[in-house]
């Protein structure tokens, strides 16, 4: 994507855009929405890349603490949560209501999700406020399988 093109998609966005592009590639919208989660919550990789090849800090948080990694989480985007995860957005960062993007894919049943960020390093063992780990919110069998043999390894 060249810069007139990522600049057209934050303005359709809703994002101020000022001169050089790279002092407001983390403005924010609503929720304090930045692009790059945005394009992540969209599932939309060029824009993603593009973003993040502009200076897109993937470690920012919006107003519920839901960061960049949750959002392609949400969209189910596997190339989104693969380029975050090398791009050094966190794996254990916790939301408003203590869940990390590991302990929503597993309660949401993202089994593709859940062995990304396993593979990535994530922390089985954090809890919600209501003191629940991916496991114990596993919404399938092949999440917990996978849950559990990392509980086991992490305890070896």
């Known amino acids: ?7 057209f998609w934050l ?3 809703g994002f101020n855009i000022a001169e050089p592009m790279q002092a407001n590639i983390n403005s924010t919208i609503s929720n304090a ?3 790059l989660m945005h394009a992540a919550r969209l599932g939309n990789i060029e824009v993603l890349n593009t973003l993040l090849t502009y200076g897109a800090a993937p470690a920012l948080l919006n107003a519920d603490s839901n960061g960049a990694l949750w959002f392609a989480c949400f969209a189910n985007s596997e190339v ?9 957005a966190p794996l254990d960062t916790q939301n408003i209501n203590g869940a990390t993007a590991l302990i ?7 089994t593709p999700m859940v062995r990304q960020l396993l593979a990535a390093g994530a922390n089985t063992e954090l809890m919600t406020l209501d003191d629940f780990t991916a496991l114990e919110l596993a919404a399938n069998s092949e999440c917990m399988k996978m849950l559990k043999a990392a509980k086991v390894a992490s305890h070896a």
């Open 104 to 110: 929503y894919c597993a309660s949401a049943g993202k």
């Open 80 to 88: 989104c949560v693969d380029a975050l995860i090398k791009a050094g």
């Open 33 to 35: 929405t930045t692009p």
């Open 1 to 7: 994507m060249n810069e007139k093109e990522i600049k």
């Open 11 to 13: 303005i359709q966005a």
